[in-house]
């Protein structure tokens, strides 16, 4: 069969957020763009989502245009699909899309409608990358464990240089090579405080290799809590030597579940270890900055006076994210202090943090 149409699919990175939550805004940007671009505009609707996110689509007599917008992550997923043989308007109206949403990054790829689409199983992990301006690409000599949970897409896979990686959502989490230098770079803020270590809470952390190299400094107790059961069962079964016998311990309490629900801002923890993502979009249904600085208020509440949070941040690449940790830290912390690692399987410096709270 010969092609009957041209679909465009693209992901719009660190667009400009005031306009992905405005229908109007959306509506009036792909009535605008269709028309500048030559195409013919039949009519417009849109849906808006609780509380955040829009979907706008736009039917023209060549096929039809869709936005779906995730304003707590800045992002905009674009479907141009037409049937005309010129592909010079498709083309335009992307650049308009591109020039009204303002998008840092974009990805593309185009399938010819009508003929058959091929998907290949791929021996490539793509990582999504937090900074914009380059991705990072793994080879998988061998996928160990595939498998979507409740809350996400869980990944371990072999590769030749950095041994066996964990995954989740395509974001690399830890790598059996250098596991132990992230390990360290997050806990040893804790190791070299005066006094004993009393009751530390993990926040994350579900592959165990933090919690291993915390027990190592002896802690009276731990409580490590990750919203996901599977990746603590995956890692157990198939990281042994990232989390070891860890999760094994007495003095772990192991708590599955949703780290903003738990924490109830009772000052029981000498110290925190945050080792969760900047970038927590795939789990929360409002804004970033909001629901971080709420969550960066309850952890501050649930340490003791004088007790310390030491965190994981970003890439080093990724000032914005830098930036904001930056002022969520000394808003709700003291002695905030700021480290770079370099972790070789991030192929990244990454940015490590330590605050206390004040007496």
Request: glycine share 6%.
């Amino acid at each position: 069969m010969k092609p009957v149409g041209t679909q465009i699919i693209a992901e719009f990175l660190h667009c400009r957020k005031e306009v992905l939550n405005d229908r109007e805004a959306l509506e009036a940007i792909l009535t605008e763009g269709i028309r500048e671009c030559g195409l013919t505009f039949v009519n417009i609707t849109s849906h808006c989502y609780s509380p955040l996110g829009i979907t706008t689509i736009a039917v023209i007599s060549e096929s039809h245009v869709a936005i779906h917008t995730y304003p707590e992550a800045r992002h905009a997923s674009i479907d141009v699909f037409t049937c005309s043989p010129q592909r010079d308007p498709t083309a335009r109206l992307l650049q308009y899309l591109i020039g009204a949403l303002g998008p840092t990054t974009t990805r593309v790829a185009e399938i010819s409608r009508g003929n058959p689409i091929e998907v290949a199983q791929t021996d490539w992990i793509l990582n999504n990358a937090d900074a914009p301006g380059f991705d990072v690409r793994y080879h998988v000599q061998k996928r160990i464990f595939s498998e979507i949970s409740q809350y996400q897409q869980i990944d371990i896979i072999e590769n030749e240089n950095f041994g066996r990686m964990l995954f989740l959502n395509q974001d690399l989490q830890i790598a059996e090579s250098d596991a132990s230098l992230y390990n360290k770079s997050l806990i040893d803020p804790l190791a070299k405080r005066s006094g004993p270590l009393g009751h530390v809470a993990v926040l994350g952390g579900g592959d165990g290799g933090t919690l291993r190299e915390l027990l190592k400094h002896g802690p009276e107790k731990v409580t490590l809590v990750d919203i996901d059961r599977d990746v603590v069962e995956a890692s157990k079964k198939y990281l042994p030597m990232i989390c070891g016998k860890a999760f094994e311990d007495p003095r772990l309490t192991l708590v599955c579940d949703d780290v903003y629900r738990f924490l109830d801002g009772n000052a029981v923890y000498d110290a925190i270890v945050y080792d969760l993502t900047m970038n927590p979009e795939a789990f929360i249904a409002m804004d970033r900055e909001d629901y971080l600085g709420d969550l960066f208020r309850k952890i501050r509440d649930s340490l003791v006076p004088g007790g310390t949070i030491t965190l994981q941040c970003c890439s080093a690449y990724d000032t914005g994210t830098r930036r904001f940790t930056e002022d969520v830290l000394n808003r709700f912390f003291a002695d905030c202090e700021f480290t770079e690692k370099t972790i070789p399987s991030f192929l990244s410096p990454w940015v490590f943090a330590r605050a206390k709270r004040a007496r």
